[in-house]
Nanobody, 124 residues
Framework: QVQLVESGGGLVQAGGSLRLSCAAS????????MGWFRQTPGKEREFVAA????????DYVDSVKGRFTVSRDNAKNTVYLQMNSLKPEDTAVYYC?????????????????WGQGTQVTVSS
């Protein structure tokens, strides 16, 4: 079992930056692929970014490419999402998720472990 806790959300002006962290406990996440998702009221949870267990491969939804960077520090059991050039449309609750195995998927249903989410609000 893996427990995930996100932090780093908040209120920021458009064009600003935030760095989200996802701290894992219970098991080391070095053997898990990790994903970041986001959700706004009335909408389905949306894939944002993902990273393999080794950090050697990453994936991003087109809307965040060039602005967001996913990384991980397996020694610290933590995954990060650096968000730059934030836009109002990035406003959402952001969740990290974990799945066993080396590779990631874009579908939320592929991830059995989830954090509680952290709110990101970008003002215009």
């Amino acid at each position: 079992q893996v427990q995930l806790v996100e932090s780093g959300g908040g209120l920021v002006q458009a064009g600003g930056s935030l760095r989200l962290s996802c701290a894992a406990s219970g098991r080391t996440v070095s053997g898990y692929a990790m994903g970041w998702f986001r959700q706004t009221p009335g909408k389905e949870r949306e894939f944002v970014a993902a990273i393999t267990w080794s950090g050697g491969s990453r994936d991003y939804v087109d809307s965040v490419k060039g602005r967001f960077t996913v990384s991980r520090d397996n020694a610290k059991n933590t995954v990060y999402l650096q968000m730059n050039s934030l836009k109002p449309e990035d406003t959402a609750v952001y969740y990290c998720a974990a799945r066993g195995g080396s590779y990631y998927y874009r579908l939320p249903g592929e991830y059995p472990y989830w954090g509680q989410g952290t709110q990101v609000t970008v003002s215009s």
